[in-house]
């Protein structure tokens, strides 16, 4: 038998023209172990997972990470609690990837709670992205007595294409000043519940508690900032527009 001696030019030689062929395998390995390592990594229950979702001013990851911490401490049977934050630019020739991100993040079904300006919380309505809480801020509901008339009144109207019937589709987070204080302005945005929350209970809990625990003190940086702009901070029908 005629045996080939292995010579490091034939071994060079052989790597020079195959070299495709061994990357193509290390490829192939690398998301197959991918693969193998999501098959077999362990996800939560929907009903122990929950979502909030933050579209509008840009929120520090320290923000977030400290409201997620104080969710845990409220909801320790939940193993998946996350905040999320979709900067969101609508000024002039604005950069509108926010705004398309979040409309693929509803339209494939992410996020139980959502804090959104009212112009969106319209649209997406709209589609019936969001659950209306008629019966939860009524008289023995989850949410009744934690949220005045008035910012019930706020999030109250008749979604398109929807059943022509006014319905209470969020809350207003005007005066959630405990969020306010660690940097998130809420003056113009709304609370509201996905409607293909597969967490619903804990949603609601969630809206519940983000009303109980950042109602807090109005900060007096606030009082100084209406008097220098000549806004009114607290209304609600002063509202962001969209293009």
């Known amino acids: 038998m005629i045996r080939t ?15 495709w062929a061994y990357a193509l395998l290390v490829a192939l390995m690398l998301f197959g172990w991918q693969m193998a390592y999501s098959a077999t ?8 997972t929950i979502q909030v979702t933050l579209a509008g001013d840009y929120v520090s990851e320290t923000v977030l990470e400290y409201y997620e911490q104080k969710a845990y401490e409220q909801f320790p049977e939940m193993e998946l609690i996350t905040f999320d934050n979709i900067p969101l630019s609508f000024a002039g020739e604005g950069d509108y990837s926010g705004f398309t991100k979040l409309q693929v993040v509803i339209a494939v079904g992410e996020g139980d709670v959502y804090l959104l300006n009212k ?7 709209s589609i019936e992205a969001f659950k209306p809480l008629d019966d939860e801020v009524a008289e023995g509901g989850a949410l009744h007595g934690l949220f005045s008339e008035e910012e019930i009144a706020a999030g109250t109207f008749v979604a398109e294409d929807t059943d022509g019937e006014e319905h209470v589709y969020g809350v207003s987070a005007a005066r959630l000043y405990g969020m306010l204080s660690q940097g998130v302005d809420t003056r113009d945005l709304y609370i509201a519940c ?9 949603a609601l809990k969630m809206i519940a508690w983000l009303g109980q625990q950042t109602k807090e003190e109005r900060p007096a940086w606030l009082d100084e900032l209406e ?3 000549g806004e009114n901070t607290d ?3 002063e509202l962001p527009q969209i293009g």
């Open 5 to 19: 001696r292995l010579k490091k030019e034939n071994v060079l030689q052989h790597f020079t023209y195959s070299w």
């Open 41 to 48: 990594q362990y996800v939560p229950p929907k009903d122990k």
């Open 119 to 125: 112009e969106l919380l319209k649209g997406f309505a």
């Open 194 to 202: 996905t409607s293909y929350s597969e967490n619903t209970e804990y």
């Open 227 to 229: 008097q220098f702009t």
């Open 235 to 237: 209304s609600a029908d």
